[in-house]
Nanobody, 123 residues
Framework: QVQLAESGGGLVQAGGSLRLSCAASGRTFSNTHMGWFRQALGKEREFVARMSPSGGTTDYADSVKGRFSISRDNAKNTGYLQMNRLKSEDTAVYYC????????????????WGQGTQVTVSS
């Protein structure tokens, strides 16, 4: 199994950047599909980005394309989400997730989740 822990959230001004980290336990992190999701206050959890085990394939929500970048370092059992040109609409709790199944952007398909890290963007 995989345990995940996010870090790197905080308060930033619009237009600023943050880099979120997702530290994973276990030797098999490299076999997982990794996803980033976010949940704003009063909203349902939504897909942000995903990456294949090797890192060769990525996908992004339309709302973050061109601004966010997902990456992973399997040797360090760590995933990342680089967030640039942040907007107030990006304010949410961000979650790292992983699964051993196939490609998915559905939260319900991910079995492993971190506790989340708050990202607040001031306008």
């Amino acid at each position: 199994q995989v345990q995940l822990a996010e870090s790197g959230g905080g308060l930033v001004q619009a237009g600023g950047s943050l880099r979120l980290s997702c530290a994973a336990s276990g030797r098999t992190f490299s076999n997982t599909h990794m996803g980033w999701f976010r949940q704003a206050l009063g909203k349902e959890r939504e897909f942000v980005a995903r990456m294949s085990p090797s890192g060769g394939t990525t996908d992004y929500a339309d709302s973050v394309k061109g601004r966010f970048s997902i990456s992973r370092d399997n040797a360090k059992n760590t995933g990342y989400l680089q967030m640039n040109r942040l907007k107030s609409e990006d304010t949410a709790v961000y979650y790292c997730a992983a699964r051993y199944g196939g490609w998915s952007s559905r939260p319900d398909d991910y079995a492993y989740w971190g506790q989340g890290t708050q990202v607040t963007v001031s306008s």
